[in-house]
Structure formats: C-alpha cells, structure tokens
C-alpha cells in the first residue's frame, strides 16, 4: 500500500520551507515594529469553545470542524482557527487583570477546516493572526488594519483592496436581524434547509450561505449599516475618519458580514485580485468581537483582531525572489583517511559559525563538484591522500575560482580573510 498525505494537506519540503521561514520572519519583524507579542494555545480545544465563541449555525463550526471524542470520552477539536483559544487563554490566565490594559498577541500556526481543497483552500492551513484585548476605541481598530495593510506591503503584494464595513452594537444587530427576517420571510420557501434554520437562529448567516447566494433576494437584502445605533454610528465613522486622514484607500462593503458569530462594530477584508489566486480572494480578515470574552465567562472586555491565510500570502507572493542562502563550505574528501579528518576539520569551521556539509558517498571529484554547486559553497575544501600526508587542505574558492594550499591550523583565519563581500557569521 502507498500512503499519501490525508487529502487538503501539503508537506512544505526542502526548497519551499525557506519561504515560509522568511514570511514567518518577516511577519515576526511586523509584529515587534507595532509591540505585538506573541502567544501560543493549543492546536486542540474542548469542541464547546468554538460552538460558544464562532457559533453553531456558521459554516465553521457545523461543517468544517474536524471533531473526535479523546480517550476519556470528551470532544475534542483541531482549532478552525486562533480567536477563540487566544479568547479562552486570556479568561483562564487572567490577563484583563495585567497592569497594561491593552494587551495585543499575535499567532502563527496550523488551523484546520474541512472544506473543499483548492488552490488556497486546504483542510490544515496556517494562519497568522493578531488579537487587541482590552480596549474599545476605534483608534486601536484602526491600528489593526494598519497592521494588516503593513503585511501586504511589506510583502509588496499588488492588486489588493481594503474592504470595510460595521455590524454595529447588540442593539444594532437586534435591529437588524429583526429587519432581515422581515425580508426573507417571503421567500423562506425558496431558500435551502439550512437557510430556514438560520432564518429563526440567526439570519445573519443567510447572507453567508453557499447555496442561496444566487438568489434574488440576497441581492437586495437590508445592509447593515443602515441599522447601525447612535453609537455605533459614531464608532464607524471615527474608524473611517482616521482611514482617511492616514490617506488609508478603502471601500465600504456594505456586503460584508463575515462567516463568524463573535463580530460586532468594524468588520474588515483584505481581497486580493492577484490572478495567481483568482479575482476577488480574500487574503486576510477580521474584525471587532466586542462579546467574546464575556461569552466565554470572563469581564466584559473588548477585542478587536485579523487573521491572514499564509498559503495565501505565499501564492500572492509567487516563487520570485528565491535567493537561496548557500553553504560557506563544502568538504570533499578523497579516501578513507581523508573522511576521517574531514569530519574533524568541519566540526570544527562548524564550532566557529560557518555552514558546512561533506560528501558522504565516497564520490569521485567529479560528483563532489557538482554537489558543491548544487549547495551554492563558497568554498570548496579538498582533501586528497597527499593532502593529509602532509597535514594541509586544498581550499577552492567557487566565486574567484583561485586555489590555495593552506596548514591545517590556518584553515579559519584563510576563509575570513578571502571571504568574498565578507562573512557574515561570528
Ligand atoms: P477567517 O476569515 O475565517 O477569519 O480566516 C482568515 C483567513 O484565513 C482567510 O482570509 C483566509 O486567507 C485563511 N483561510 C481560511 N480558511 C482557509 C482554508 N481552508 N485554507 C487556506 N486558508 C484559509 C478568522 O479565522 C478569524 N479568526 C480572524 C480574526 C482574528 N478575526 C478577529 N481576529
């Protein structure tokens, strides 16, 4: 039997995984620059979390969670995603009670759904996503979304649009629901199975549905934002206002309503028309949850998050700019004795910071050159039968193509001092 990788997951090998470890630096660079630091929750939770925290009517929660019972009999779930973990981690370690009230984590990592596997859609992707607890002001949605847009630049994606738009308050969206089940209720014979479940919970997530988003009615469904409160009002118009004066392009999307129940007040998009992803992708996405903490038996506390797919990122991305690091030396011995002092020679260069390989294959000149190559070395250090004999090493520089003979205990101070553009390790 041959056994493949379950279906919607991908092994990152050699050659990729250097992409990832740059993206990965680069967001932990972003991260530092806006004093977000970072937290790290299980990959599994008590399946109740996100039943509570994303909501059972979403998509999320009642289709995509991969949800098995432990040995004890408990429900398990591989998180769909980070909110809801970082949500329950700051209850239970009480961190509202932390002198600095605004308390802003950052997480990367796998997420797990089951949804239908393509090109940027998997079942284990990673996420890396940002959570502001603490405080309500628009000024800290605001510094999220700079945080997001910061990302695509710095990543220098093209072709990316900030979309926007509010759910308002528990007033607003008391008003609002009870203005969508006015609209639907017409049609409700139309609408799939689900939608009529939704249509009594939470009809809301009507807009969402897979099935009926074709219909009709969706296209002239009540907007959000036409029911927002006073103050929510005010909230939305003070984010937008600091948009404009920080000369942020956006577009409110009064479409937008997210596939997740905890979001109240500013929802927001980062939608990509890179063709490499298809037209209208959504690279990241957050929001404000207001709720969350509360619901989940802590203080009444204020969030406000975003998350990016990272596959995501990386196909925006696309496989430029692949400058891959090489190997300062590469050991090429010739004979038994010669493997011998090799290793001894780069246990050594490797104590004192360079980057080192041997052949172990007992390959001829020839094939050793080719893998130097193929590992982009600086040097090549050859060691022949007369070499050890005479205890000295050959050392070819791959970029100036110069050889020289050097004493065995010189080797390190020859390769700093003939370091082409310099060395770069201690
Ligand atoms: P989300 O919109 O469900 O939000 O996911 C965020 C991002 O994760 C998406 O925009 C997408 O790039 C990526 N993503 C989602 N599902 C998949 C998948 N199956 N394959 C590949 N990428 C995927 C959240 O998860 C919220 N927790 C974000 C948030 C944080 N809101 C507030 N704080």
């Not at 996100?50 to 009999?73: H, P």
């Not at 004795?337 to 780069?346: S, T």
Request: charged share 30%; net charge negative; hydrophobic share 35%.
């Amino acid at each position: 039997m041959a056994y493949i990788a379950p279906r919607g997951t991908v092994d990152i090998l050699p050659g990729k995984s250097e992409q990832w470890i740059k993206l990965e630096q680069l967001l932990r660079t972003i991260s530092a620059n806006y004093n977000v630091k970072e937290m790290r929750t299980p990959i599994f939770e008590h399946t109740e979390l996100f039943n509570r925290a994303v909501g059972d009517t979403t998509d999320v929660v009642s289709k995509e969670m991969y949800t098995f019972e432990d040995k004890k009999g408990r429900s398990i779930t591989l998180r769909p995603e980070g909110t809801a973990g970082i949500a329950r981690s700051y209850v239970e370690n009480k961190m509202y009670a932390l002198p600095e009230k605004l308390q802003k984590v950052y997480y990367m990592g796998p997420m797990f759904r089951y949804e239908r596997p393509q090109n940027g859609r998997q079942r284990q992707f990673h996420q890396y996503g940002v959570e502001m607890l603490g405080v309500e002001s628009p000024y800290v949605d605001v510094e999220c979304m700079l945080m997001a847009i910061t990302v695509v630049e710095a990543l220098g994606l093209k072709d990316v649009k900030l979309h926007l738009n509010s759910l308002g308050d528990e007033e607003s969206r008391d008003a609002y629901r009870a203005a969508l089940q006015e609209h639907f209720k017409d049609c409700l014979d139309d609408l799939c199975y689900d939608c009529k479940q939704r249509f009594e919970k939470n009809p809301l997530r009507i807009l969402d549905c897979k099935v009926d988003k074709n219909h009709p009615a969706m296209k002239n469904a009540p907007k959000t934002i036409d029911y927002l409160s006073e103050k929510a009002k005010a909230h939305f118009t003070k984010v937008c206002e600091l948009l404009d004066d920080l000369e942020v392009e956006y577009e409110i999307d009064t479409n937008l309503v997210r596939g997740l129940d905890y979001y109240s007040h500013t929802v927001f998009e980062i939608i990509s028309d890179d063709p490499k992803l298809g037209a209208g992708a959504t690279v990241g996405g957050g929001g404000r949850y207001n709720g969350l903490v509360e619901e989940l038996g802590g203080p009444a506390t204020p969030g406000v998050g975003f998350a990016f797919g990272m596959e995501r990122l990386l196909i925006a991305l696309g496989d430029e700019d692949q400058d891959e690091e090489g190997l300062d030396v590469y050991l090429m011995p010739l004979g038994a004795e010669a493997k011998d002092l090799a290793m001894q020679i780069m246990t050594m260069l490797r104590a004192n910071g360079f980057t080192c390989d041997m052949d172990y294959c007992d390959r001829g000149l020839k094939g050793q050159f080719k893998s130097a190559d193929r590992f982009n070395a600086h040097f090549s250090l050859i060691l022949g039968e007369s070499e050890v004999e005479n205890e000295v090493v050959n050392i070819k520089c791959n970029h100036t193509r110069e050889q020289n003979v050097v004493k065995l205990e010189n080797i390190v101070e020859f390769i700093e001092n003939h370091y082409e553009g310099g060395h770069e390790h201690e």
